[in-house]
């Protein structure tokens, strides 16, 4: 049997075992708290970087697409530059052909009339 200073030290060194038992215990249970804290925040940080990335490809896709658009605007304007220039141009050859045709039909009732002139002298001459 045991005496009484065995059973004391005894009850001394289970209490010892149940304190320290138990500051384990907080520890472990503070360093699982911690550890799902951490988890819980890294899975968040993980969530906002994974969001950001998608904005970003979002905001790259709108943009490629804008200027996509613009791109296909100014060859619009561009193809249209040069259809009004060519429209220019074959407005201003036909103007040319018509100032021309002017000026022969000009030159040629000219010599007509000059003909008819000298014509119509040849022939009062020959009258007279």
């Known amino acids: ?3 009484y200073d065995e059973f004391s030290e005894d009850l001394e060194t289970r209490r010892q075992l149940l304190k320290q038992r138990q500051t384990d215990q907080a520890a472990s249970f503070k360093q699982k708290g911690a550890a799902s804290v951490d988890s819980q925040r890294n899975r968040m940080d993980a969530a906002k970087q994974k969001q950001a990335d998608v904005q970003a490809r979002i905001d790259d896709t709108k943009e490629r697409a804008r200027e996509a658009e613009m791109a296909r605007k100014e060859a619009e304007k561009e193809r249209e530059a040069e259809n009004q220039e060519r429209q220019d141009l074959k407005d201003q050859e036909i103007t040319q052909s018509k100032e021309d045709k002017k000026r022969n039909d000009q030159k040629r009732m000219s010599k007509v009339r000059i ?3 000298r ?4 022939q009062q001459a020959m009258k007279q």
Do not use: G, L
């Open 1 to 3: 049997m045991k005496s």
């Open 115 to 117: 003909q008819t002139k």
């Open 119 to 122: 014509r119509e002298t040849v």
